[in-house]
């Protein structure tokens, strides 16, 4: 009996030398991330003047995804939930400028397990907001530090390739974000597609024409690190590329609409993915850590509201969530405009959960960064226009809940919520976006003082930009 137990244990050991033998290498990972960029704005979603030709490579050899989420369309929150796997009420980091709380584990930590070194340049995590999240190396996390991409070539040039860890290397560009360029734009504003709901003015296309700079700056940002990682990391490098939240335009960043929410998302990996392929998965910003770690050997965590969706990577399935939530609070006394939303594989639902509340943001309120320049130009138009008017007081004042069939009305133009027709999708997606909160254990806090329609001077020309944050 002790020879024949022996004999399976010696057995056994040969068994798992063979499979460590011939397992796959662990995939060196790079995630590089634009900052304020909507789904629209880049080639391989349709548009065809704003320049990315490097998204559009990408796409080319990779697998682009149609819809893909963060978890709340301004920044701390966003990129708390991807580094944490958690949604903002979860992981604590709901404000922005928030930070998620410190015993949460993080992004490095599941990777560094898993046998990585994981090293971050350039807005990855907030501004500065980095040291908290344990990466073996990182730099020029601070605002609009443009040497970060430079600096990172130059740290995959000198990494030593012997003996060398499987590398998570995280890039994140300042670009789109404002401030955008102001000059040598190589862009014709009169030629450029305004989003919907924009109100047509020189000074709204003049400064269509500046983001749209900014953007090919994103995009030469890409090129040159996917081209150092596929040199000093290696032809087969999986590539996942994404941004944190739509543009800083009027009904994009800060809010739940599509252009705010929907983000682009391609995914490269020789071998793996097929080139040029599209897929309509649901997939979400917390989906990414558990996604880009099984695909490095680990298991998905157990716990995290993020799901994998290494199956559809590897074109196993179509399919991924079958209903994606987003949350907002506020953006200091900018923007205090508490939301919730759901979408299905067809209807969006959003909650306003102070209608009351005057919806301000850094575009319309009188402020160094802000595009008040072009914002005054809507305020002159909806004096005479009634269609501007229209448009200007959609902007500030929100009902209590928002219906939209995105199969219809793609840019969400048409609420519907008051449809007599349409009560069932509304009671529907309503229980769950209730159900879905009660999980998320969402305490619906407003953060800051808010600004309310019935107060004149919260919000339109007259409106004071709050004062300074203090330094902590």
């Known amino acids: 009996m002790e020879k024949i137990t022996a004999m399976k244990f010696v057995f056994a050991c040969f068994v798992l030398l063979v499979c460590g033998l011939h397992a796959a290498p662990k995939p060196n990972i790079l995630v590089f991330l634009t900052d304020d960029q909507s789904q629209l704005d880049c080639s391989p979603y349709g548009e065809k003047v704003i320049r990315t030709p490097n998204m559009q490579k990408l796409a080319d050899v990779g697998m682009t995804f149609e819809r893909a989420y963060v978890a709340s369309p301004s920044c701390a929150p966003s990129r708390a939930a991807l580094l944490t796997g958690l949604m903002p009420a979860r992981n604590g980091a709901e404000a922005n400028h928030a930070r998620p709380r410190a015993e949460i584990k993080k992004w490095p930590a599941y990777f560094q397990e898993a046998g990585y070194e994981v090293v971050s340049f350039g807005k990855v995590s ?85 983001y749209a700079a900014a953007v090919t700056k994103a995009d030469d940002d890409l090129g040159i690190v996917v081209a150092a990682a596929r040199q000093h990391l290696g032809a087969d490098t999986l590539v996942l590329f994404s941004a944190d939240h739509g543009a800083q335009w009027p009904f994009g960043k800060w809010n739940g609409y599509e252009s705010g929410v929907c983000v682009p998302l391609i995914v490269s990996w020789p071998g793996v993915v097929q080139p040029g392929s599209r897929s309509r998965a649901m997939v979400q910003w917390t989906d990414f850590l558990p996604t880009l770690l099984e695909a490095g050997g680990g298991s998905p965590p157990a716990g995290i509201d993020g799901r994998s969706f290494l199956s559809v990577l590897k074109g196993e399935t179509g399919t991924h969530r079958d209903l994606l939530f987003t949350t907002h609070s506020n953006d200091g006394r900018f923007n205090i405009y508490p939301l919730r939303t ?91 976006l209730d159900a879905w909160l009660k999980t998320q254990d969402d305490k619906l806090s407003v953060f800051e003082k808010p600004r309310l329609l019935s107060d004149p001077t919260s919000y339109g020309p007259t409106a004071i930009a709050p004062a300074p944050a203090k330094k902590k």
């Open 342 to 432: 759901v979408r299905d594989d067809r209807w969006k639902y959003i909650r306003n959960l102070h209608p009351d509340f005057a919806f301000t943001t850094h575009i319309d309120l009188p402020v160094r960064l802000g595009q008040r320049a072009f914002f005054s130009t809507w305020e002159d138009k909806a004096r005479t226009d009634p269609q501007a008017a229209q448009i200007l007081k959609r902007y500030h004042a929100r009902p209590a809940q928002e219906l939209y069939d995105l199969e219809t009305d793609p840019h969400e133009q048409r609420n519907l919520a008051a449809d007599p027709a349409h009560q069932g999708e509304l009671a529907r997606l309503g229980g769950q």
């Open 126 to 210: 907030h501004y500065k907001h980095t040291p908290d999240y344990g990466f073996d190396h990182f730099a020029d996390d601070g605002f609009h530090q443009h040497k970060s991409i430079p600096n990172a070539v130059e740290w995959l040039q000198k990494r030593p390739r012997e003996d060398a860890k499987p590398l998570c290397f995280m890039v994140g560009t300042n670009w789109p974000h404002v401030p955008w360029p102001e000059k040598d734009l190589g862009y014709d504003g009169t030629q450029l597609t305004l989003p919907a709901g924009s109100i047509d003015t020189p000074q709204t296309r003049a400064w269509r024409a500046k």
